[in-house]
């Protein structure tokens, strides 16, 4: 008996094969490199990587049920980004609540329909297998009102949810989770998820008190190609210039933004720590505005917290790099958040829990986080 789960996404579809002791069987991606199909898998400890078809990408659920034909799957749970205000939990999907998910995908347009839309063709394939949800927005909905509201008019919350709901939460609880088993007694954490999408939550005894991300994963953090916060007068009068409609401005705040935009070629951090060191100007600029960002939302969540019991670094950029982990705590030192240089310096793409904080330091821990294998443990006993 197995379990499987799919993390679909725009441009990669992402699954993992876990037994009933949550040991990885098979690890798979399906990635749209531009137009080049390629699947990448991970089987018995060995890695292939082949290019496929675009119908086979587009019928990704065959592909996948083809790569796991040896086990018995008998459940399938699935990352959505979005539930809304009405799907907070974990939940056993039918016909009404994947429609009820269709009607709300506006609100993560790049994010929830090739999920639904994955999960619609597994459903035609094998229609029997139990099918489970788990939503990123699911860990904020404890989050206090005064934290999630916008100072908006009432009413627009009222009629048409307008509320910060925050992402990667399936991520933050799983690092959190992680974090008891080694500091059990950490009641105040900051979870740092940095990757190509970013974002930073405060939590107090298990519950989230708030996110870096609002209403969109727009919002916070700069990221790859993403701003963070911005002013919106500032998107108003650009757009008012550049006569660019709302989706073409919403395309350049999603995809040509953050990293990418300010340093005007890569939103790749390996290459901006490379080129900031021959003396690249913008390169410098992008890495000390994502740190600053950083440090401030720390800063402040220490604040809301009055005090942290320890902070978690994890995903892509903040396990990959020990040159932003240094910088980060740099300017940090007045909240006792130390590094030990000689623990974190050559530290690259950490695969393993690894804590990084001097001794008198308030506790740091790198946790790589994992998703699936979170999604995989909340649904075995379901």
Known sequence: MAILVINAGSVTIKYKLFDDDFSCLI???????????????????????????????????????????DYKINKIGFRIVHGGDKYTEDILLNDKIISDLEKISALAPLHNPPAIKIIKKFKSIIPDTPFYALFDTGFYS?????????????EYYQLYKVRRYGFHGISHNYLYNELKKIEPNAKKVISCHLGGG?????????????TSIGFTPQEGLIMATRPGDVDDGAVQYLQSITKFNDEEFAKI????????????YTSDMRTLLEDSDKGNSRAKLAIDMYIYRIQKYISAYIGLLNGVDAIIISAGVGAGSDIIREKIFKDLSYFNLLIDKEINTGKINVSYNLKISSFASVPIWIIPTNEELHIAKEIKDK
């Open 198 to 210: 970013a974002s930073i939550s405060a939590i107090n005894d298990g519950i989230c008190i708030d």
């Open 27 to 69: 690890s798979g991606v399906l990635d749209n490199k531009k137009g080049r199909f390629v699947s990448e898998l991970i089987k018995s400890n060995i890695k292939y990587e082949w290019e496929i078809s675009k119908e086979q990408f587009d019928n990704a659920p065959e592909l996948i049920l083809n790569e796991c034909k």
């Open 253 to 264: 705040q999603n995809e040509k933004s953050g990293l990418l935009g300010i340093s005007g």
């Open 142 to 154: 404890k989050m206090p009102e005064k934290a999630f509201m916008y100072a908006l008019p009432y």
